[in-house]
């Protein structure tokens, strides 16, 4: 699928060790499996990709910008980045990569932070209520710039981390699904890495040497629940090698019949061979009579 003697500019500088070429191929390839398996693309759609300036977000930018130059995403992608204020934020850095690399962007500018510090008391953690503001303002950019998709980094390790977070302390089975409707019902969200493992991020932004801006400006991230979850599937990982790659496997081989979810399956109507669910209706009823 990819030719390594033509690359796009995002991949110029890249080093020419056949680890970094098969690293890049996987990436791309990863994400193109993605995006036709849950059905992203709609040809000459524009999406919106949303850059933090953290590693998962320049990989994603790079793996959907060398699809689309070989005409494999048949899409507009409009990159976009919002500064939320954070101090010490540096606010230069993405629109001079941006620039240099000749990919169409808008630059945002909403303080948010000062929102997050007047809202949430001192000690608790900030993330859930940034996430909530910057999901609003990326819904009403994409809407402006007539996207009809908000396209995210978050990969493999995301989806999973979600998962048992949502096991552990939410008591329900769900995570981030690479493919949703708003809301509102007037916009996709996608998350084309959902394949790919963080490692791969880190490694493939790494070696590109790209001008990653870490996520951790507002001192919120200490302590999270995310970070326990991680370190639980670092240990995990640690012991058995492949175990995240097994787990993210299960996320797609659910077994309704086999959870407890009467939502989601008719227990009451499932009947024995020879019979049917209406004998259901011939046992006893052993509740105390009044």
Not at 143 to 161: P, Q, Y
Request: glycine share 8%.
């Amino acid at each position: 699928m990819l030719d390594d003697t033509e690359i796009h500019p995002l991949f110029h500088g890249a080093p020419s060790t056949t680890e970094f070429r098969k690293l890049r191929k996987r990436v791309v390839r990863q994400a193109r499996e993605a995006i036709e398996q849950y059905g992203m693309i709609e040809r000459g759609a524009r999406w919106l990709v949303c850059l933090s300036g953290g590693k998962d977000s320049y990989t994603l930018l790079a793996a959907l910008t060398e699809l689309q130059w070989r005409g494999l995403l048949p899409v507009e992608i409009l990159a976009c980045n919002l500064d939320q204020g954070q101090p010490g934020f540096p606010a230069t850095v993405l629109p001079e990569f941006l620039e240099k690399m000749g990919v169409p962007h808008r630059i945002e500018y909403q303080d948010t932070y000062s929102v997050v510090m007047d809202k949430i008391p001192q000690g608790r953690t900030f993330c859930a209520l940034c996430s909530r503001l910057r999901r609003g303002h990326l819904y009403r950019i994409a809407r402006e710039e007539g996207c009809s998709a908000v396209v995210l980094g978050h990969h493999r390790d995301d989806i999973l981390e979600t998962f048992f977070m949502n096991l552990f302390h939410g008591g329900r089975l769900a995570t981030m699904p690479p493919k949703l409707v708003n809301e509102e019902g007037d916009l996709f969200v996608y998350r084309p890495l959902a394949h790919v493992a963080e490692e791969d991020c880190e490694r493939f932004a790494r070696s590109m040497n790209y001008p990653i801006i870490p996520c951790d400006l507002c001192g919120s991230q200490d302590g999270l629940q995310r970070q326990q979850v991680k370190q639980i599937l670092d240990g995990w990982e640690k012991n058995s090698p492949g175990r995240r790659q097994v787990m993210f496997r299960a996320l797609m081989n659910a077994r309704p019949s086999h959870l407890l979810d009467p939502k989601l399956f008719d227990f009451a109507g499932l009947a024995r061979a020879g019979t049917t669910a209406e004998g259901a209706d011939d046992v006893p009823d052993l509740r105390p009579q009044e």
